[in-house]
């Protein structure tokens, strides 16, 4: 029986030879992906298009699942291989919609890339009065996931990337009350227990699934420059947390600091691919490595243990199954 990742059993780094200033077309070299399907939810952004953009260039075919599909088509247009479906992770409907829809084509799946994701947002809530970025963040690939299993089973070698955060690290997951219902809401804490559910998910997950030659990881990809991710955020918040000064520029240490898009796609890419993974998964990485266990309070690189805990990850996959409707059998 191969070694499970709870209690970061796995997590260590195992010299994958990459780096936090590799980019995803260093860590695909080599790599052939003819004749596999890949799913890239918000692939038409940000780290989710180099995404795209670096596995159909090996090879692979690509299907984005995005919400706004005039302009999918638009900074998708150069890149062949490329399929684009509509899909609207805050709408469980549009998930299912989505999913069936590629199950009806009776092809294997052999990439799921839960990549989209929100940050810095006020408290919405989805049609099932869900929290919005828990729904966004996890729930939906929870239920994306689900949905698509027969499709990833089919594969005979598949897997399942989750882009997390060390954002995970802002928050342990919320039992009592994940929505936020008897508390005050605080926007990056509503963050972290997202991301921190969908680290749980992956370890929970590829324990489940490894039998059928499905392995799953989560993964932070850095800070990065130039994305969508901030949209919403209001200045006073970068300020408050040091970012900017006070006319909202980004100071210089902060902006040195920043990943390429080309870099913060890197760890993705290098989970779906890297043949150094083909007997480890649950794991969470980093820099195109798996990341050692952080220590301590304060927010630090690599993954806190709370994030691969066996008993929650367990009771994260019954109450996602209560929340979502979907019984998830493996």
């Not at 479906?85 to 009806?104: N, R, Y």
Request: glycine content about 8%; proline content about 4%.
């Amino acid at each position: 029986m191969e070694q499970n990742n709870y209690q970061g059993a796995q997590q260590k780094p195992i010299n994958s030879g990459f780096n936090s200033s590799s980019t995803a077309s260093d860590v695909i070299k080599g790599i052939d992906l003819a004749g596999k399907i890949a799913i890239v939810t918000g692939g038409n952004t940000g780290i989710g298009l180099e995404t795209v953009k670096v596995l159909a260039s090996a090879g692979a075919t690509v299907i984005v699942a995005a919400r706004d599909i005039e302009k999918a088509n638009k900074n998708l247009a150069a890149i062949e291989n490329v399929e684009v479906e509509a899909m609207d992770l805050t709408d469980p409907k549009s998930i299912d919609a989505f999913a069936e829809k590629f199950l009806d084509s009776n092809r294997p799946l052999h990439l799921l890339i839960n990549n989209a994701g929100i940050m810095w947002v006020p408290l919405r809530r989805n049609s099932n009065g869900i929290e919005s970025q828990l729904a966004t963040n996890y729930l939906a690939q929870f239920q994306l996931t689900a949905r698509l299993w027969p499709a990833l089973k089919k594969a005979n070698g598949a897997r399942v990337i989750n882009v997390s955060s060390q954002g995970h690290q802002f928050g342990d997951f919320n039992f009592d009350d994940p929505n936020f219902f008897n508390r005050e809401y605080e926007t990056l804490q509503a963050y972290g227990q997202s991301k921190t559910a969908s680290n749980l998910f992956a370890l929970e997950l590829d324990e489940r699934a490894k039998e059928h030659k499905v392995r799953a990881y989560s993964l932070h990809p850095g800070s990065i420059g130039g994305t969508e991710l901030a949209r919403e955020a209001p200045l006073d918040l970068f300020i408050k947390m040091g970012f900017c000064d006070a006319e909202g520029n980004i100071k210089p240490e902060v902006a040195a600091s920043l990943k390429t898009i080309p870099q913060g796609a890197a760890t993705t890419v290098w989970c779906a691919v890297s043949p150094k993974l083909n007997d480890i998964g649950g794991v969470y990485c980093e820099d195109s490595e798996i990341a050692s266990i952080a220590i301590g309070d304060s927010i630090a690189p690599g993954v806190k243990i709370h994030s691969l805990d066996q008993a929650n990850a367990e009771r994260l996959w019954t109450l996602s199954e209560e929340m979502t409707g979907i019984k998830f059998d493996i």
